[in-house]
T-cell receptor
């Protein structure tokens, strides 16, 4: 049973460029989550999917952030017109089912540095 | 609003010593509670979780945690720390469900030989 896979693990980009991160959840997990973690802080919830449906996106940090999960399998998180404040680790997680009694498994994260 | 407080930013212990990491939460009903561990530059690994039932839960790597409703606490313990336990530890709460976890700011554990 492979874990949650994220790509790329590290990304350095110039301010104003767009970046995209990919997440492959654990097989058969139909819930997929994105979190952001800045230095010295705990992860912060951004958005999540049930299969291909995005159930909440109000926590996405601005309209420059968007996420998709087109076929209910892998997901992408895109940040447009990156800013230095976007530098953080972006964590993807997945779980098998919804709601209570739900264990969330995290990937290794994608580090973003905006210069 | 739900919140999690980890009062200790940094803890240093000697190898073989006992460990207790504190976690306090704010939530009106019974929460879902988790402890995760994060090694430098890595993702989070689940150590243990509490959903209901026995308030003392056992996890991986010899860790345990006790849910105390009266104190709104879920402290993590280990009787004898190993050098490989050095990492960042996060307490998290799921309020009502576990879809949107709220994390504390973490406690960094340093272990001296």
């Amino acid at each position: 049973d492979t874990g949650v896979s994220q790509d790329p693990r590290h990304k350095i980009t110039k301010r104003g460029q767009n970046v995209t991160f990919r997440c492959d959840p654990i097989s058969e997990h139909n819930r997929l989550y994105w979190y952001r973690q800045t230095l010295g802080q705990g992860p912060e919830f951004l958005t999540y999917f049930q299969n291909e449906a995005q159930l909440e996106k109000s926590r996405l940090l601005s309209d420059r952030f968007s996420a998709e999960r087109p076929k209910g399998s892998f997901s992408t998180l895109e940040i447009q017109r990156t800013e230095q404040g976007d530098s953080a680790m972006y964590l993807c997680a997945s779980s098998k089912r919804a709601g209570s009694g739900n264990t969330i498994y995290f990937g290794e994260g994608s580090w973003l540095t905006v210069v | 609003a739900q919140s999690v407080t980890q009062p200790d930013i940094h803890i240093t212990v000697s190898e073989g010593a006992s460990l207790e990491l504190r976690c306090n939460y704010s939530y009106g009903a019974t929460p879902y509670l988790f402890w995760y561990v994060q090694s430098p530059g890595q993702g989070l690994q689940l150590l243990l979780k509490y959903f209901s039932g026995d308030t003392l839960v056992q996890g991986i790597k010899g860790f345990e945690a006790e849910f105390k409703r009266s104190q709104s606490s879920f402290n993590l313990r280990k009787p004898s720390v190993h050098w490989s336990d050095a990492a960042e530890y996060f307490c998290a709460v799921g309020a009502g469900n576990t879809d949107k976890l709220i994390f504390g700011t973490g406690t960094r554990l340093q272990v001296f030989p």
